[in-house]
């Protein structure tokens, strides 16, 4: 799989820097690249406990992207998947760490536990206090003593976070730590593996299967499952996670895109997740959104938390940090009714000879050219614009007692409402929209040309066509424009602008857009003809 | 592939209700399933002009996860890549518009003009003031009169939508819309075509190769590109767009993932983006995150609009919906010298005949013990033990001379020094910690013993290991608790735990916990019996 980085051994500075750049100024780092990948709140100043994790890379926007106020103070980048080096681990403590001293939050890894530990206990000979929490929250394996840490991180970093922003010293931050580490349980799903990069992916999952009970770091899962749909995948990871879960609390959830679900699926899986028996107790939830990832992977992890009132309010506070999307109350949905007015009061019948027997013409007219104008889209098109005309005026007609024939200015919206419903495709809407946009022109008092004029500007507005495109406006718009001097100058406009599309090579609007110079060149564009036939055959009556 | 979804006829209702469920409470929408599909602001009460978007869904976040305070008040989803039906759209329209009108941000598709043309027109009828800007900040095709919508739309909600937020009127809100479209150029790169939800996937983009120009509907790019590395990726985008970029301006960007980029590799491309030519006149940047994407494509899209201070001003307010990234000043990054304290002070060497004598025979135990240990550890495991024991025992009676002998205390955190730095692996490490933990313990007054108890407790912390977990500590735990009774006492104890390891089947910590019980039964743990060895050893001696 070909992938957006440059040289692998770059990839963990570079987006670092990349994040740093784009953090608004939020974020430092220390000089100690290539080794050394230390990124820091610019606005630290020791004068609180410190709140430092970090780890392999390749899970972000963790941890970096949760550095700010009322979450990390520092995160200690390795390479993917690695641990960080002692020395890493160890000039990010002493980096921020003041008098109110440090806590490391740790994923339970053997090397983050190693590297971490020994840093931490080099720092402590410096006289700094440190603490150091194991975050343990995978249940996938519940026969090990050693469970991963996966996204349920995220709660210790906001709940410990709020805590030591507070002001709170290293004891209760710790304490509060250890308690959410307790209460925290996850579980992952994936439907494909990840990339490593600088690797050949491995497709260890057949298309039909999904793996249950995943790390963040490309192990397999701890089984495959057959996968049918959204709702079964969901209530496979919640058995899991309520074999757990006391029946009597209540808690908050943290949904996690593993890199490369979609966010339409990341919704499905929260509505999953929240109409399920668990998602009734559930009483906030973070996400969906990628906070713990596993670069690429195609999956999702759940977490949950047992909710108590002092955890409640370090989830509810507000950060700057984009990565952390929030945690919201889980609301049934609310609906509106819906509005008024969907169905439109369709104007009274009236009756009118004039008009009638003008309209009646006009739709013969329509209806007698249908051969013709085919043959003409067959030339450049799928030949049915003929059909589409013929069918739209053989509607007209019938609906005529129907129509407000008396009054013109419900007429056009009338005319309007009637093509919008009975005739398909592009025109269709586009003259549906001529008609009502030229209604509501006459409603206000226009004369008919400049009424006429406003539905034609409406409708190049929305179909974005001027003249000379090589649509039907190519002929609509001159005759317009020469109506107010009578009908034959209208017909001689429209003829020769439609016999002007002949020599267009080029439609820039429309299907036509995509048909080949060749094609085109030599014919007349049926909508334009179609007008320029409709003002002759009018003016010849007239 | 398989993707987290149902039926396919309800992937956009059901990710919308988990969308609302997840809101907070911020979304309410009409109740119109299956065919209007609106999401509403929750707190809208018409008093201000109202923002409407939508289109096809598949893009999400974009449009109903940028409903709220700030930005869009009502979101119509078709389903996906198809534009929502005339009626859809007149429902949102009717639903949120009040006397101060509604303006209708249009992406330039033609189903989505012609939809939202015609219901707009509906809505006029009804006495509304409707209007509607086109978004076509897609550069990808420059002949092309009708430029496609891609994620600059965003830049037109964020700063339409803060005007009419502030009260604004129509005309003021679209006049600042359509400033935002003429001022906005995007441009898309994929490595990979997205999936349609219920349809196979087209492999369409070879390895090696990328698209370039493309759009969010799974169409092919306008050209295909050799693909070598992010950065020249970013550089055959950001030639495109300079193409257009007046040099005297300055920019915000928004960095777009189309859906399955991984965080680190969209922070990659930030790097690239921002260190360019470009980069060095983009003042602010949105993103990177997944804003408006085409499902899951593994591409990515960049937006730049020329700056104007009233643009500044929409752009930077806050919003609450966590879709919207926020928009940050580019910065340079600003390293931080490396803390001091990351090269151990070395304690001045010291003389100590008893103690030199005492080290030194431990050390030779250690070494007369590797081949019985690597042949007890080659019965579980890779058989270095020995190995490894006696490489640290021989590195520490090489650097005996410059051990400060003489003061206990620091010699205990200079044996875990030298250990962390000689001996690999994690046992290395724990040893090491082991040293500097009772050290530290040795130099707040404790006793030898008191001080190497609180060396095995910070072993333990770390390592995660305890008594019965079949690792040395099932030895070393009952030595050091017998050692005030004497070494007699001490050595009988960690024999004692030793042999206990040979009956436990089953690891619980360490690369032992991967092996079978078959090869572990009847076989002392190698690192308990080496334990055992040099107490007996000891004993013997004293």
Chains 1, 2 share one sequence.
């Not at 996850?186 to 593996?193: A, Q």
């Not at 369709?346 to 051969?371: D, N």
């Not at 004369?447 to 929305?462: C, F, I, N, S, W």
Request: glycine share 10%; with cysteine.
């Amino acid at each position: 799989m070909t992938q957006f980085m440059n040289k692998r051994e770059n990839i963990v500075t570079e987006a670092i820097e990349g994040t740093i750049m784009a953090s608004g100024g939020r974020l430092f780092r220390l000089d100690g690249y290539p080794h050394i990948r230390v990124v820091l709140r610019a606005d630290w100043d020791k004068s609180r406990v410190a709140l430092v994790s970090g780890g392999g890379s390749g899970h972000e926007p963790a941890e970096a992207g949760f550095v700010g106020p009322g979450m990390l103070t520092a995160a200690v980048c390795g390479d993917v998947f690695a641990s960080p080096s002692v020395d890493a681990v160890l000039a990010g403590i002493l980096a921020v760490t003041g008098p109110a001293g440090c806590l490391l939050v740790v994923k339970n890894y053997t090397g983050d536990r190693l590297n971490f530990g020994l840093a931490a206990e080099r720092a402590r000979a410096f006289g700094l206090k440190v603490n150091m929490v194991i975050v343990d929250d995978d249940i996938a394996l519940p026969d090990l003593p050693q469970s991963r840490g996966l996204a349920g991180t995220l709660f210790v970093h906001k709940i410990a976070g709020a805590l030591a922003e507070q002001g709170r010293d290293l004891a209760a931050v710790t304490r509060a730590a250890e308690r959410v580490i307790a209460g925290t349980r996850s579980i992952g799903m994936s439907l494909d593996t990840c990339t490593v990069p600088g690797s050949t992916k491995e497709d260890r999952i057949a298309k039909g299967k999904a793996e249950l009970g995943l790390g963040i770091h490309g192990e397999p899962g701890v089984q495959q499952i057959d996968f049918t749909d959204a709702e079964h995948a969901m209530a496979a990871m919640i058995e899991k996670l309520s074999v757990k879960a006391d029946h009597d609390k209540t808690f908050v959830a943290l949904l996690n895109n593993l890199g490369a679900a979609s966010v339409l699926e990341m919704s499905v899986l929260a509505y999953e997740l929240l109409r399920s028996d668990l998602g009734k107790r559930i009483k906030f939830i973070v996400g969906p959104a990628a906070m713990m990832t596993s670069l690429d992977m195609r999956g999702v992890s759940v977490s949950i938390l047992a909710l108590t009132p002092e955890d409640e309010d370090g989830l509810l506070g507000a950060v700057a940090m984009s990565a952390w999307p929030g945690c919201n109350a889980v609301v049934e949905p609310i609906r509106l009714a819906l509005p008024d007015g969907l169905t439109p009061i369709r104007p009274l019948a009236s009756e009118h000879h004039a008009t009638r027997r003008f309209l009646t013409y006009c739709c013969q007219i329509m209806i007698a050219m249908e051969a013709d104008l085919n043959a003409l889209d067959a030339k450049s098109g799928d030949g049915d614009t003929g059909s589409t005309l013929a069918g739209a005026a053989s509607a007209l007609l019938g609906a005529m007692d129907k129509l407000p024939l008396a009054d013109h200015t419900q007429l056009y919206r009338a005319i309007g409402q009637e093509l919008s419903q009975t005739m398909g495709g592009s025109s269709g809407v586009l003259l549906a929209i001529f008609f009502a946009a030229a209604g509501d022109a006459a409603s206000s008092g226009l004369t008919m040309r400049a009424a006429l004029q406003a539905g034609l500007g409406r409708m190049q507005e929305v179909g974005g066509a001027k003249p000379g495109d090589r649509t039907m406006i190519d002929a609509l718009h001159p005759a317009l424009a020469s109506l107010d001097d009578g009908l034959v100058a209208a017909a001689a406009a429209a003829r020769k602008g439609a016999n002007y599309t002949a020599a267009l090579s080029h439609a820039k609007a429309g299907r036509a857009a995509y048909v080949n110079a060749d094609k085109l060149k030599g014919h007349a564009d049926p909508g334009a003809e179609a007008v320029a036939r409709l003002f002759e055959a009018l003016k010849s009556k007239a």
